[in-house]
């Protein structure tokens, strides 16, 4: 069976997740900590980055959007109405624009800094960069939280789904950064009542349910965060 290098706090790992899960694609999850630099797994990606995936011929994908691309190239053409990449040009520009917002932009700025203070670093060695959380680095993520939620309100107020009619990665990497965030109880939703009920909508998918029972060690969830309805 084909093998995902993933962590369940990888915004990008659960991206790709999410992507096999609604095309019906199966792969052996292996939770991978990134910072213990492991030769084996530094041997298939240098860059020591998630998500990896390994093929049944010991073939390597590595990233995130290299794997999504991949997954459309053959699973995503055969799909029709349920393909998660639209067939015309633009309306796929705009779906890889938003993918990488919330892949790249939303990641440097709130979800990688919240998720190395608040899990990595409680689970790393001081030699690793472990230790207590940098209460600068949290304040400055979470100011910048508002800012994304204001954008992914306009997006879900104006759309159907983020990119437009029908559902896209667009809404798969959105999804998979709101959900970390959830699970550590970083969003105010009294403030965002566009954005939680397009997360209800999505977050109700069963595509989403295998996310909803990851668990960290040391770090619970709030209460709400497996609720549909909350």
Known sequence: MPILYHHPMSTASRFVRLIFAEYGFQAELVEEMIWEKRKDFLAINP?????????????????????????????????RDRRLLAEDPFQRAEI??????????????VTKPL???R?????????????????????????NIRQHMRYLAWLAGTRKWLAGDRLSYADLSAAAAISVLDYLGEIDWSDAPQVKEWYQRFKSRP???????DRIRGVTPVPHYADLDF
């Open 47 to 79: 860059a020591g980055t998630l998500p990896v995936y390994v093929d049944d011929n010991m073939r390597t994908l590595c990233g995130a959007t290299i794997i999504s691309e991949f997954m459309d190239e053959t699973s995503g053409v055969l799909k």
């Open 96 to 109: 890889r624009r938003l993918t990488e917002w919330f892949l790249f932009k939303m990641e440097q700025d």
């Open 115 to 117: 998720v190395r203070e």
């Open 119 to 143: 899990i990595f670093k409680l689970q790393m060695t001081p030699e690793q960069g472990g230790g207590a959380p940098d209460s600068k680095v949290l304040r400055t993520a979470r100011n």
């Open 207 to 213: 595509s989403f349910r295998p996310l909803l029972n």
